[in-house]
Every structure is written in C-alpha cells, then in structure tokens.
C-alpha cells in the first residue's frame, strides 16, 4: 500500500523498533534490520525448507521505502554489503515519497509494477478532505476489494510478471553481492516478491506465509501513527478507511494464490509458464540461497 506520502511523519517512531524487537526475539526467521527511517526491513535468510535445509543470511532482504533514512541508517544499510537495490515503485510514488537514500556507489534500478492507480486514489481521496468522499471511495468493502484486484495483477499482467521475474534471475546470476528489492510500505508487491521467492526455495506455505503476514506487526505502529496525524490535521475524520490499505490479509495473498492456480495450474505452472524460470534457473537458485 502507497504510505500517506505527505501525510506520513518524516521519520519513525522508536516505539516502531521496540515492537519489532519484541517480535524478532519471538521469531528466529524474522530477522529484522531496525532502522529510525524505515520499519519493515528484514533478512529473508533463516527460513527452514523441506529438504531440511535452511535460507542463507546475508544476501536477499526486502524493506519499505529507503527515501527517509537518518545517517545512521545508511551506515547499518552500508554494513550489509548490498550492491544492488531494486525499486518497485512506479512513477508517481517517486514523486511523492522521493528516491532511495543510500549508500555511497548505491544506485537504485527502477522496476516499477502496478498498483492499478491505488497510489493516486488515496492521493485524491486524503486530498479531497471530504469525509463523504473518502467513504465513497474507500468504505463499504471497496478498499479491500481493491487489494484483492491489486494481487490479482501480479499473476495476470504481463508487465508485472517481468519484473518479479527479473529479480528473480538477477537473484540466482547476478555475480553481485547481496540484494534488497522495496516498494512503498515493503508489504504487498515486496511481501508478493518474498513469498514467491520463499517458495521456489522449498520454504513450506506455512513459513512464506508467516514471512508475508509479519509486516503487520513490524509496520503497526507507524501506520497508526499515519492515521493519527491524519485525522489530528482534519483531513480524514475516520483514518480507520486505510486499515484495509495499510494492512497485508490471508485474503490478499488468496486472491494471488487463486488466480495462480486457475492460469497456471498452480505455483511451478506459474514459475515455469509465468516468470519463464527453468528447471536450471531453479536448481542454481536453490543452490545459491540455501544451505
């Protein structure tokens, strides 16, 4: 979901980490990177397999938007070593919530996939002011409705499948050190990249599913916060319209999962005939990412 952009408080809250620490500490495989400028970024290493194998650390994260982040937090994000960053923002999201902040010699590669103009409804709803607007817009189920046609198009646009797919090979070739790959809030087109990457791995459904869930708890705090400021500033008298925006749900991922599974007759079907990943790319990429 798009951040409230011009709405969101510049920078996180601590209360944000101490909610994620506590979290982390409870879940092994949620290995968490806490910075003040960004609350959900994580190591995607640490998740077991079915083979009994185990995700390597240290070199797929994924996170939220990079564009805020102290000085500090670019010096722990220069610790993890990264030589590559994708960004899945389109366009308009830049424009709003400004480029990646990062490390020296750090250059993010643009791979935009759509949100179906989600960003720039909740721009105008927000703007607008107007609660009747706002209700009309967002209310009586329509939000979630939208989420579920947003995941839908991760499975049937052509365009999105590219640049899911291409991660996906630059992940298992790329001679490169190690990669994160963001959206906005690092929840539904990152939280779809990472349970399609946990997958190919052998990571059993429960685990992905547990990793894709998760942003619930890391982004919590802040995203009330968002709300908060909202309504404290009159421009949304009921902020609660965004919950259905701002969380990740079951029935989200379901939507993806079920559409999946009636093009392409379910996950390998839509690995193999969907992101064009063969059995090669498969195995290399297992090889790589699990020990």
């Keep these: 979901m798009p951040a409230a952009a011009h709405a969101a408080p510049a920078a996180h809250s601590t209360s944000t980490s101490t909610t994620a620490g506590r979290y982390h500490q409870q879940a092994e495989t949620m290995r968490q990177i806490p910075l003040q400028g960004a609350v959900n970024v994580r190591d995607l290493g640490g998740h077991r397999t079915w083979t009994g194998g185990r995700v390597r650390e240290g070199l797929v994260y994924r996170s939220d938007a990079l564009g805020k982040l102290t000085p500090a937090d670019i010096a722990a994000l220069s610790g993890l070593g990264l030589t590559k960053v994708v960004d899945f923002r389109i366009p308009l999201e830049l424009r709003y919530d400004g480029t990646d902040r990062l490390p020296a010699g750090l250059t993010p590669t643009s791979r935009p996939v759509s949100d179906l103009g989600l960003y720039a409804t909740l721009l105008t709803a927000i703007s607008s002011g107007d609660p ?157 990412l699990v020990r």
């Design 132 to 288: 009747a607007t706002q209700e009309q817009m967002l209310g009586g189920g329509r939000a979630e409705a939208y989420m579920r046609d947003i995941y839908r198009t991760f499975v049937t646009s052509p365009e999105n499948r590219a640049q899911f797919a291409a991660t996906l090979r630059e992940i298992t070739y790329g001679r490169q050190g190690p990669l994160l790959y963001h959206c906005t809030s690092g929840k539904d087109r990152t939280g779809w990249m990472s349970y399609v990457l946990l997958r190919a791995l052998a990571v059993p459904e429960a685990g992905a599913t547990g990793d894709y869930l998760a942003s619930n708890t890391f982004r919590a705090a802040y995203d009330a916060q968002v709300r908060a400021g909202l309504k404290q500033s009159g421009r949304m008298q009921n902020p609660d319209l965004l919950i259905p925006l701002q969380e990740v749900r079951q029935d989200y991922l379901d939507a993806a999962t079920a559409q999946m599974d009636a093009d392409y007759g379910g996950f390998y079907g839509y690995l193999t005939d969907g992101l064009g990943l063969d059995l090669r790319t498969l195995a290399k990429l297992q090889d790589k």
